[in-house]
C-alpha cells in the first residue's frame, strides 16, 4: 500500500518541485492532505494539485486540505495520515519535526536541517533518543544527495582504476539574485532570522554535493563572508579554504626524480612539503545579471593523480549534470562524458515514501538513505564555519558536536 502523504506548506517550491515529485511517483505515494497557514494559500495549491493531475485519495484528484493551527492539528492526529513532508521557512521546520514525530507520523523535511547547528544538532538528538527507538523516520530533503548524476560522479571519482587519489579540488556556486525575484520576495527571505540567507538556503546543496563526491570531505574552514548587494543581507557571499582530516595528509606521490640536479630533501630550506586534498569553496548570489552564456559554470572539479574530474550543473528549463572524465596522458585511464537531467526531488519522495509504506509493514525498503539528518547537520556546519570563520580556522568535527 502507498503512504499517504500530507504536504505542509504551499510556497513556490512546493508547487513547482514536490507535486511534479509527487506526481512520478504514484504507485508509491498518495497526496492525502494539503496544509497551510491561511486559508488561500493552501487553496491555491490544491487547484495547482488538481491541475497538475495528482490522483489524490480516490484517483480523482480528491485531496484534503487544512490551514492555520487548528488544522495542523487536525493533520497531526488524523490517523490515515502516514507522514509528513515539511517544505516551510527554515526557522519553523525543527520545532514542527518534534511535534510530527511526537504525533506518531513519519517526516520528511527540507533542508537545511536548522538554522544553525546548535538547533539541528538538538533536533536530532531528540529523535535519535526518543522517536527513532520506535521506528519513526525522519529524513531530510537533500535533493543534491539523491541526485543519480551526482552519485555517478562519485563513483567515477573514487572508483575508476588507476584515476588516482584526490589532489585538490575546487568548488563554485554562483547565481544571480535581484531585488524582488519570486524566489527572494518572501518574507522569511527579505528579513531572515537565520544566518547566511541564500549562503546558507541554497549553500548547503554545494556542501551536499562536497560529502557526496569526497572520499575526504573537508574538516577545518577558513574564510571570510561578505555582503555585496544591500538586498541580500545578511550575507551573499563566502571564499574559503577547506582542509581535510590529518589523516588524509601524506607523502607526495610518484617516485623520486631521476634529475640529478634536483636538491635532496634535507637541503631544500624549510622542508618540503605533503600531499593534502583540499580544496576551496567560492560561493556568491551577488552575481550581476550579465548573460548566461558569460557566465562561469557552476560545479566541482576534482583534480586527482592521474586526471581531472569536473561535474557542471547546466541548463534553465530542463536542468543538466555533465560529468567529465579528462584523463592524464599515458595514465591508463579512459576519459569519458556524461550527463543526466536533475531528478533528486522527485527520487527522494519516493524512496522517503517506500520508506514509508515498508515501515507500515514492519519492514525496511532495503533502498539506501541519502537523507539522513546527520548528513544534512555536516552540510550545514560547512556552512556556519564559513560564515563564522573571519579569517580563523574553524574545525568543523567540535563545531557539530558543540565543543
Not at 135 to 144: D, K, S, Y
Not at 173 to 187: F, H, M, R
Not at 231 to 239: A, C, Q, R
Not at 328 to 354: I, L, P, T, Y
Request: glycine fraction near 10%; proline fraction near 7%; charge should be neutral.
Amino acid at each position: 500500500m502507498p503512504a499517504n502523504i500530507a504536504l505542509l506548506g504551499s510556497g513556490l517550491f512546493a508547487q513547482n518541485s514536490y507535486l511534479p515529485a509527487l506526481l512520478a511517483n504514484p504507485t508509491d505515494a498518495v497526496l492525502h492532505t494539503i496544509w497551510s497557514r491561511s486559508s488561500t494559500s493552501a487553496v491555491k495549491l490544491l487547484e495547482a494539485a488538481k491541475s497538475s493531475g495528482i490522483p489524490g485519495l480516490d484517483g480523482k484528484g480528491s485531496i484534503n486540505v487544512e490551514h492555520g493551527d487548528d488544522g495542523l492539528d487536525k493533520v497531526l492526529s488524523n490517523p490515515s495520515v502516514d507522514a509528513v513532508m515539511l517544505v516551510l521557512p527554515i526557522s519553523r521546520q525543527p520545532e514542527l519535526v518534534l511535534r510530527a514525530l511526537k504525533a506518531g507520523k513519519h517526516v520528511m523535511s527540507e533542508k537545511p536541517v536548522g538554522k544553525d547547528v546548535k538547533t539541528a544538532r538538538e533536533t536530532i538528538e531528540e529523535y535519535e533518543k526518543t522517536y527513532l527507538p520506535k521506528g519513526l523516520i525522519w529524513r531530510v530533503a537533500e535533493n543534491w544527495a539523491h541526485e543519480p548524476m551526482l552519485l555517478k560522479a562519485r563513483d567515477i571519482i573514487q572508483s575508476t582504476p588507476n584515476l588516482g587519489p584526490v589532489l585538490y579540488w575546487h568548488l563554485r556556486a554562483e547565481g544571480v539574485t535581484l531585488d524582488g525575484s519570486k524566489y527572494q520576495a518572501t518574507e522569511w527571505r527579505t528579513v531572515p532570522d537565520y544566518q547566511g540567507g541564500f549562503i546558507l538556503d541554497g549553500g548547503v546543496h554545494s556542501t551536499a554535493m562536497l560529502r557526496t563526491l569526497l572520499p575526504n570531505p573537508p574538516n577545518t574552514i577558513i574564510s571570510t563572508a561578505a555582503l555585496h548587494r544591500t538586498h541580500l543581507l545578511p550575507h551573499d557571499t563566502i571564499t574559503a579554504l577547506a582542509l581535510p582530516a590529518e589523516e588524509a595528509t601524506v607523502d607526495p606521490h610518484g617516485p623520486p626524480t631521476a634529475l640529478n640536479a634536483i636538491r635532496t630533501a634535507k637541503d631544500v630550506p624549510g622542508g618540503i612539503g605533503k600531499s593534502s586534498p583540499q580544496g576551496t569553496i567560492f560561493m556568491s548570489w551577488a552575481l550581476p545579471d550579465i548573460p548566461a552564456e558569460s557566465r562561469e559554470p557552476n560545479g566541482i572539479t576534482v583534480v586527482c593523480l592521474n586526471g581531472q574530474v569536473t561535474v557542471r550543473a547546466e541548463g534553465t528549463t530542463e536542468r543538466q549534470w555533465v560529468i567529465n572524465l579528462s584523463a592524464a596522458n599515458g595514465s591508463g585511464v579512459q576519459s569519458g562524458k556524461w550527463s543526466g537531467r536533475w531528478c533528486g526531488v522527485e527520487r527522494e519522495v519516493g524512496m522517503f515514501a517506500r520508506a514509508v509504506a515498508a515501515a507500515k509493514q514492519g519492514k525496511e525498503s532495503g533502498e539506501e538513505n541519502y537523507g539522513t539528518p546527520r548528513g544534512s547537520l555536516w552540510d550545514l556546519a560547512i556552512i556556519e564555519a564559513c560564515l563564522s570563520s573571519n579569517g580563523r580556522p574553524v574545525d568543523v568535527a567540535k563545531l557539530i558536536a558543540g565543543n
